[in-house]
């Protein structure tokens, strides 16, 4: 838009009326010459006024090869200012133009722009413009001046280059050098900020792209990008997202009771154990058949409910003291497990990279505590002969699904009950299963995940980016998470995969201890998702494995 790409005319008399009227004293011929493949001619403004009537016509004036009538201009009340624009080649190798052509332009061959009073000065429509509506609101570049006059200087930090923020260039970043430290100018310029501008703008501390070196006083360079706060911040809550999430509650809900009647598989009628594990089965069982099982089913749909709710409350408690907003959780149902988990998004900025990891690992740790002791409590019940009644027979290569769930379960429940085709475990047990394998999974350092928010948190968004490509990997070949590897995977693809967006501060470290307890996380997300290859599980006894 705004720009005329391929077309061949002669020339064009272009005409609108200024209003208010424009005084001149002089008469002015403006030629620009203008370089592309294609010559389109000089560009010829000329403004005239004066103080006698004289002839007016129709406002028009014959130009005969560019060169002659330039003291003659035409005259009338309004004042009229006329572009004409000629071709670099005129018609007829003479470039005589008639008066005709000069006074008339045809709408299917030559454009014609006429405003009247303020509206063409108000408003020009062209390409940039339209992308500029069409985009986020930018940041004032009066504000801008008026932030780098009061806010900016030798006493905090000293401008020296500004560069385009955010994801589409909305922003401004302001490179320079730092002139106290980073903590104390950060919460410095942020008050004078709120002072100069109130509640308008959110300004970022971020490492200074592509520095060259390190800050002399130690750590990375600094920078201090600045955003609108309607750009920056995300936006409420929709009904539709409402509406979302409360059906997919409900399916997750469906899918764990549905986890509680698959896990009575002894105890099933035989055609719906086949409609079930016969790849071939294609008519579906009287599902009437299931209703006596739903009751029985309902302690472990609790238990895998309740770890997923006490993951959100972990994430909300977190959040709460550092004024944080989360949006509502989006629950994954998945038949295997449960719930893959939920989707909770940050409804505010975050204020620093400590808040980021508290955050993050608060869930993750709230429902791994949970899922830790329904394990604990179901291994000691699964080995107590008074609960037999209360027991299911579940295969023993489930077991084979982890290399730390399954040593713990062999400690517990030894050689003789775990060497077998069947294993006869309490219900809680298998809630604490799906439980610590569901956190683990959402521990992963990649992407949106905990564990991806975690590290960028600790260690910034570079190592992010490596932890990512690992975990990505291992998942694409298997190594983790056995037969769920790829549904998983998919998942953090389509829902997880972008990394988060900077917190205000973030640069500031998060501590030694955080980043220990990150580590040690991590190290054991992969002992609990690493399965037991068939040489180990055959010398421990855990299942039977007839084949290498």
């Known amino acids: 838009m705004g720009t005329l790409t391929s077309c061949s005319f002669s020339s064009m008399n272009l005409r609108f009326r200024m209003n208010p009227p424009i005084s001149c004293n002089f008469s002015r011929r403006i030629q620009m010459k203008r370089m592309s493949k294609r010559s389109f001619g000089r560009l010829i403004i000329s403004c005239s006024s004066s103080s006698s009537g004289g002839g007016g016509g129709n406002g028009s004036s014959?130009?005969?090869?560019?060169?002659?009538?330039?003291g003659k201009l035409e005259k009338d009340s309004s004042n009229l200012a006329t572009v004409t624009e000629e071709t670099a080649e005129e018609r007829n190798g003479g470039g005589e133009a008639s008066d005709s052509e000069d006074s008339s332009v045809s709408i299917s061959s030559r454009p014609t722009i006429s405003t009247v009073g303020s509206t063409y000065n108000n408003f020009q429509v062209d390409s940039f413009k339209l992308m500029e509506l069409l985009g986020p609101e930018k940041v004032d570049p009066s504000d801008v001046k008026i932030i780098k006059e009061k806010l900016f200087g030798y006493s905090t930090f000293w401008v020296t280059k500004e560069e385009p923020f955010g994801d589409f260039g909305e922003g401004i970043l302001f490179l320079g050098n730092l002139r106290g430290k980073r903590e104390e100018v950060f919460a410095k310029l942020q008050s004078q900020l709120s002072e100069v501008m109130g509640d308008k703008y959110n300004l970022f501390m971020v490492e200074e792209?592509?520095?060259e070196g390190p800050d002399p006083r130690g750590g990375p360079r600094v920078s201090f990008g600045m955003l609108r706060k309607e750009v920056s911040e995300p936006g409420p809550t929709s009904l539709w997202q409402y509406v979302i999430a409360f059906l997919l509650f409900l399916l997750t809900i469906g899918s764990s009771v549905e986890l509680g009647i698959a896990s009575q598989i002894t105890r099933l009628p035989p055609e719906v154990v086949k409609y079930f594990t016969d790849p071939n089965a294609i008519e579906p069982p009287d599902m009437q058949?299931?209703?006596?099982?739903?009751?029985s089913a309902l302690p472990l749909a609790y238990g895998v409910l309740g770890v997923q709710l006490f993951h959100e409350i972990g994430h909300f408690l977190a959040a709460f003291p550092r004024n944080v907003k989360l949006s509502i959780p989006y629950f994954i149902p998945n038949i295997t497990l449960g719930s893959f988990g939920a989707i909770t998004q940050f409804k505010s900025i975050l204020p620093d990279r400590k808040a980021k990891v508290d955050i993050s690992l608060a869930g993750p740790f709230a429902g791994a505590a949970l899922s830790s002791s329904m394990f604990a409590v179901g291994l000691l019940l699964s080995s107590n002969p008074a609960a037999a009644a209360e027991l299911v027979q579940v295969p023993s290569t489930l077991f084979q699904?982890?290399?730390l769930l399954g040593l713990i379960s062999?400690?517990?429940?030894?050689?003789?009950?775990?060497?077998?085709?069947?294993v006869s475990i309490h219900p809680l047990m298998i809630a604490g299963w799906c439980g610590l394998t569901t956190s683990a999974f959402n521990m992963l350092?990649?992407?949106?995940?905990?564990g991806?928010?975690?590290v960028q948190?600790?260690?910034?968004?570079?190592?992010?980016?490596?932890?990512g490509l690992a975990t990505y990997s291992l998942l694409g070949l298997g190594v983790l998470g056995g037969p769920l590897s790829l549904p998983w995977g998919l998942y953090v693809l389509i829902c997880q995969r972008s990394p988060e967006k900077p917190c205000l501060n973030d640069v500031t470290e998060v501590g030694t201890w955080r980043k220990a307890a990150l580590g040690v996380a991590i190290f054991l997300v992969l002992l609990t998702l690493l399965p037991v290859w068939d040489e180990l599980a055959e010398e421990l006894g855990i299942g039977l494995v007839t084949t290498f």
């Open 445 to 450: 350092p990649v992407g949106c995940l905990d």
């Open 452 to 454: 991806g928010r975690a």
């Open 457 to 467: 948190g600790a260690f910034g968004k570079g190592s992010l980016v490596g932890f």
């Open 410 to 422: 062999r400690a517990t429940l030894g050689y003789g009950a775990m060497h077998g085709a069947m």
């Open 401 to 403: 699904g982890s290399l």
């Open 289 to 295: 058949l299931l209703v006596p099982f739903v009751d």
């Open 62 to 70: 014959s130009n005969n090869n560019g060169s002659s009538n330039d």
């Open 209 to 211: 792209p592509n520095s």
